[in-house]
């Protein structure tokens, strides 16, 4: 099993651009999130789904769109990047809340110049 | 918001040496998990433990869970080089779609 894969590892946008950071996963998880995590700041909630066609928005969603259109797979676009989304981002998967902990992916560094 | 808060930011011992570390939170939880953090790396699950338990063990860990006072601790034993890392505690909570809202960790040094 790969577990939660997200690509790319590193990205670095000019801003004003947009991407797609993607995240797949392969353990028929229902639940699953995006974090960002900034220095001291712990990780933040982005947005979340809790099944394919529902999503919803958590701490910090300004900037960030999501879509859940299969299981497996929960990409975040960055619509207009800003400095302020300079961060290391994280995809996680859970198979239902409160069942179990969630498997994290190692993480996207984007750097927004 | 941050709902979880570890205490100490920061802890360094020697190895074979027990580390503590607590976590507090603010609202009612349906379980309260821990995780590690290596470098660089993206965050591994420790250990889970629901609302109506108080204490946990798998390994050299231990987790305790007090909800009256909206606390948990986490205890490792005999900590060794490998141990070093960030840990992080995180709730889910017990009203509608629960998500994890995590705290801002704490960083352990574990020097031979």
């Known amino acids: 099993n790969a577990g939660v894969t997200q690509t790319p590892k590193f990205q670095v946008l000019k801003t004003g651009q947009s991407m797609t950071l993607q995240c797949a996963q392969d353990?028929?998880?229902?639940?699953m999130s995006w974090y960002r995590q900034d220095p001291g700041m712990g990780l933040r909630l982005i947005h979340y789904s809790v099944g394919a066609g529902i999503t919803d928005q958590g701490e910090v969603p300004n900037g960030y769109n999501v879509s859940r259109s299969t299981t497996e797979d929960f990409p975040l676009r960055l619509l207009s990047a800003a400095p302020s989304q300079t961060s290391v981002y994280f995809c996680?998967?859970?198979?239902?809340?409160?069942?179990?902990?969630?498997?994290f992916g190692s993480g996207t560094r984007l750097t927004v110049v | 918001s941050q709902q979880g808060e570890e205490d100490p930011q920061a802890l360094s011992i020697q190895e074979g040496e027990n580390a503590t570390m607590n976590c507090s939170y603010k609202?009612?939880?349906?379980?309260l998990q821990w995780y590690r953090q290596n470098s660089g790396r993206g965050l591994v699950h420790l250990i889970l433990i629901r609302s109506n338990e108080r204490e946990k063990h798998s390994g050299r860990l231990r987790v305790t869970l007090d909800t009256s006072k909206k606390s948990s601790s986490l205890l490792i034993t005999a900590s060794r080089a490998a141990d070093t890392a960030s840990y992080f505690c995180?709730?889910?909570?017990?009203?509608?779609?629960?998500?994890?809202?995590f705290g801002k960790g704490t960083m352990l040094l574990v020097s031979p």
């Open positions: 995180a709730t889910e909570g017990n009203s509608g779609y629960s998500t994890l809202t």
């Open positions: 609202t009612s939880i349906n379980n």
């Open positions: 996680a998967s859970s198979p239902q809340g409160g069942m179990g902990g969630y498997t």
């Open positions: 353990m028929n998880h229902e639940y």
